[in-house]
Each structure stands twice: as C-alpha cells, then as structure tokens.
C-alpha cells in the first residue's frame, strides 16, 4: 500500500488537531452553553474552507465566525447566563477564538496539498498514456503509432522483397455517430470494431486506430489479392457486428508507393473512391496510375 506523501500527512494531522481542538474549545467555553453555536460555526467555517479554498471568503468566515463566537460568549457572561464562576472564561474564549482562525488554514492546506497530488497524478497518468502503445479499451495500437509501425513494415518488406498491404477502413457517419451516443458510446463502438478486425486478421497483422471512426490495417507479406479478401471478409463481419456501414481502402507496397506516409494517402485515396462511388471495399488501381 502506498504511504501519503510527507507533506500531505503533515498537513492532514495538523488539520486533524485543528479541528479537534476548535471542538474541544467549544465545548468548555461557557460550560458547554455555547456549544451548539460553536459547533454549527465550525461546520460553516470548514465547509467555506474546503469550497472556496483560494478565496477570500476563508478567511472572512473564519474571522466572523470568531467575532459572533466572542460576542455571544460575552453577552452570556454579561448577563449572567454563564454557569462558570467569574463570568467570562477568557482562556477558553481565547482558544475558541484562535481554534476558529486557524481551523480554515489548516483546511486550505489540506486542500492545497490534496490538489498538488492530484495534479501530479494526473500528470503522471497522461505521460503513462503517451508511452503506451496499446490502447488498452480497444486493442489497437494508438494512433502516434502509425509512423513508426508502416516505415518499419516498409523497410521489412523491400529488404525481403515481400509485398505489403494497407487498408484503411472508415465508419460511414462518424460524426453523427458521436453525437448520437457520445464519446463514450463511440469509443464502445470503436472497440466493438477492433475486436471484429483482430478476429479477421493475423497476429503479426497490425491495427491502429486513427481516431474519427478510422482504422489501419498493416498487413505484411500480404499481396494485394490477399488483402481484399481480408478487406472483404472483415468489412462484412465488423459491419454486421457494430450495425454501421464500413468501408475500406487498399494500397501496396512497392506497387502503389514506397514510403509510409505515401502509402496511407494512397490508401485513403481509394476510401474517398469507395464513399463518393458508392462501393465497399476498393483498391488504389480503380483510381488509375499512382503516383510511386
């Protein structure tokens, strides 16, 4: 189990003892007469503290809270309605009154401290989730990951001399999808896609999602005849199990380009062929001559 940091701990017991000895205080002064209204001062006083606790309201609660604490307990003894001999118990009220003032600040730096790990953690969250490969929702290589995963497959291949193939596979009406189900129910959906493409595919077959309802299929010593029948196969299964309409570009290596990033525009070439003509899955050659 992981400790609390120092500072944190030193700012929790010292809260902690604030607090108790605000209550204690309020129970003596006036022989517990004035506890009530102590007690309801301190709640008030903590909850503006942990509400607010950059702001000037803290510290004016804590002052008024103080003021209306000595004022009453002085009223009390004023008028005779204090059950403690000589009136007045000033060393009671001093310690109310000091317990009262600083019960906030200790608040304020529990809360101050509580933020700063928090924010620590949530930076130590976002550089684990930059060094992370793998989407661990869905499966996928996350999408930085396309340049460094089709350069190396390119490079694989032209010193083997093996073919290697892209498809590109898009959602049809993305953005309505978002929007209709939210983030979440996209990101769900995204999964669901996933899961079909790994099924339809080779272990040594990558997959990266690209964002905006678009996946990459690096599939290598692929031909292209093999790819369409991979590309065929999983739109119709990915399809049929997330209830859209996907559709999918193709382009090879050496054929269609020979670098990475060439190679995914030429495959997102035949996409843009396959939504405006209406077809599903399409290879770059039904756009004529490509551009090596």
Known sequence: MRRLPAPLLRRLVAGVGWVVIAAVAVGVVNDG????????????????????????????????????????????????????????????????VVALLGTPLALRAIVYEFGALLSRLADQTVLIDELTVV?????????????????????????????LTVALVAVDGWPQI????????????????????????????????????????VLPETPLEGAE????????????????????????????????????AEARGALEYARAAGLLVVDRTLLGNSAL
């Not at 609660?61 to 204090?82: C, E, L, N, P, W």
């Not at 669901?192 to 964002?211: F, S």
């Not at 196969?233 to 049929?240: L, P, T």
């Open 135 to 163: 989407d661990a929702s869905t499966g996928a290589f996350r999408p930085q990951y396309i340049d460094t995963i089709l350069p190396a497959e390119i490079d694989r291949a032209r010193r083997y001399h093996r073919s």
């Open 33 to 96: 007469e004035g506890a009530a209204l102590g007690a309801a001062l301190l709640i008030l006083i903590g909850l503006v503290a942990l509400t607010e606790p950059r702001g000037r309201a803290t510290c004016l609660s804590a002052v008024t809270a103080a003021i209306i604490f000595a004022g009453d307990s002085a009223v009390r003894a004023a008028i005779g309605r204090s059950g403690l001999p000589g009136g007045l118990n000033v060393a009671a009220l001093a310690v109310t």
């Open 178 to 217: 978002v929007r209709e189900r939210g983030e979440v129910g996209a990101h769900g959906l995204a999964g669901r896609i996933v899961e079909q493409l790994a099924l339809g595919t080779r272990t040594v077959d990558k997959i990266v999602q690209l964002g905006g309802g678009e996946f990459a299929l």
């Open 229 to 264: 029948v991979v590309a065929n196969r999983v739109q119709a299964s990915a399809s049929d199990a997330a209830a859209v309409v996907l559709r999918v570009g193709l382009a090879n290596f050496p054929r269609d380009a020979v670098l990475g990033a060439s190679l995914l």
